[in-house]
């Protein structure tokens, strides 16, 4: 017999959402505080607010949406995989931002493109030429 009971459906698919981002659990630091507000005797006595940080990111959320200390930790890590999620996608997007903008940045011009510069060079030539001083008699 194990001495832990089942985990529940959500807490399964949150430990296999952790795994997918190479997250774990040793990675998190978790206390638990006070709430504020509204909750009368409750909140004062109880400490059900859950703060999670990541350590390896430094990404910090804290939660105290329920008067239950124990669905507030599950709010919190979700919350905490929502942050670090975007935080990689925001990575990922930047990442291939930059190599769309070297391979942009390192296509050749178009045969018009290069016509048009040519072309403008030329004008400006031009222009420089008229500049000058004419050679007097």
């Known amino acids: 017999m194990s001495a832990n009971p089942p985990a529940t459906d959500t807490e399964s698919q949150l430990s296999q959402r952790m795994a997918a981002l190479n997250i774990r659990d040793c990675d998190l630091e978790e206390t638990f505080v006070r709430s504020g507000g509204h909750g009368g005797q409750n909140v004062n006595k109880t400490s059900t607010c859950v703060m999670l940080v990541h350590r390896p990111t430094g990404v910090q959320v804290k939660c105290q949406a329920t008067r239950q200390q124990g669905l507030n930790r599950l ?12 935080q990689q996608q925001r990575k990922l997007a930047t990442a291939r931002a930059s190599l ?3 391979r942009r940045q390192k296509r050749k011009r178009s045969q018009g493109a290069k016509n048009r510069m040519l072309a403008d060079k030329s004008h400006q030539a031009g222009k420089k030429a008229a500049r000058r001083a004419f050679p007097m008699d």
Do not use: F, V
């Not at 709010?75 to 929502?82: G, Q, S």
């Open 100 to 102: 769309e903008k070297q």
């Open 75 to 86: 709010i919190a890590r979700r919350l905490l995989l929502d942050k670090i999620a975007a």
